[in-house]
């Protein structure tokens, strides 16, 4: 992601997650699966989307609305995301985070074992006990019922929050399934012709301290567009 040099507020632009799901399908029917799915000028493009169907899920689970922004610098996590939650003790809200790390386990990949994949390509690499690692299944595989992962991984005890996969659950991808295998177990299902239709209020908003102190957050008030290789343009 590239921020203008404009205004100190452009880093803390947070992204709605139904605006990249929506930049996710125009630059699909654009460039077509070959390019958005193999490019890697696209790739911060496609983990957006993966993270922006998660945090729906969540949304749906849990009614609260949450935003996120792309780590700019190399390391981890992948992507900020935050909720923002009335705290009445403290007559204001609270932003609740999670840090989050994105990646695909795509069909061209040689490993044929859930946990092993997982394991070679996340698990050994992140030790942040405060990493949430979701996995975009992209590959025709069978893959272990979640009561059966959440056990296996529970024997590993890997050293992050949780760990969840998505995946389509209906021949035309009409359905998007988020599963928490990690420490719990929890599935979450998606229409994504619902998401798709789905008009947010807000597509970007940035967050702030009020002469009180108290956190809040607010529509940007200035013109802000993604590219398709997801680079936030403020004007």
Not at 51 to 76: I, N, R, V
Not at 143 to 162: C, G, M, R, T
Not at 173 to 191: E, H
Request: net charge neutral; aromatic share 12%.
């Amino acid at each position: 992601m590239k921020f203008s040099e404009k205004n100190k507020m452009d880093d803390e632009i947070l992204v709605n997650p139904l605006t990249a799901v929506r930049l996710f399908a125009r630059t699909y029917l654009a460039l077509g699966e070959e390019s958005l799915f193999k490019d890697r000028k696209f790739k911060i493009t496609r983990e957006a989307w993966i993270a922006s169907m998660f945090l729906l899920a969540l949304k749906k689970h849990t009614t609260q609305d949450w935003y996120f922004k792309p780590e700019t610098k190399d390391g981890s996590p992948d992507f900020y995301c935050y909720t923002f939650i009335e705290d009445k003790s403290k007559g204001g809200n609270i932003k609740p985070q999670i840090k989050l790390e994105v990646f695909e386990w795509r069909k061209e990949e040689d490993e044929a074992n859930f946990i092993e994949a997982l394991k070679k390509i996340k698990l050994n690499k992140v030790i942040d006990p405060q990493i949430t690692i979701l996995c975009y299944i992209r590959r025709n595989s069978v893959i272990p019922p979640a009561v059966d992962l959440n056990k296996k991984l529970k024997e590993i005890s890997p050293k992050v929050k949780d760990i969840w996969y998505l995946g389509d659950v209906t021949p035309d991808s009409k359905t998007w399934r988020i599963t928490q295998i990690y420490p719990n177990t929890l599935a979450i299902d998606l229409d994504y012709d619902e998401v798709l239709s789905t008009k947010e209020q807000h597509s970007f908003i940035h967050s702030y301290r009020g002469k009180s102190e108290q956190l809040e957050y607010e529509s940007t008030g200035k013109t802000v567009r993604l590219t398709p290789e997801f680079e936030l343009k403020v004007e």
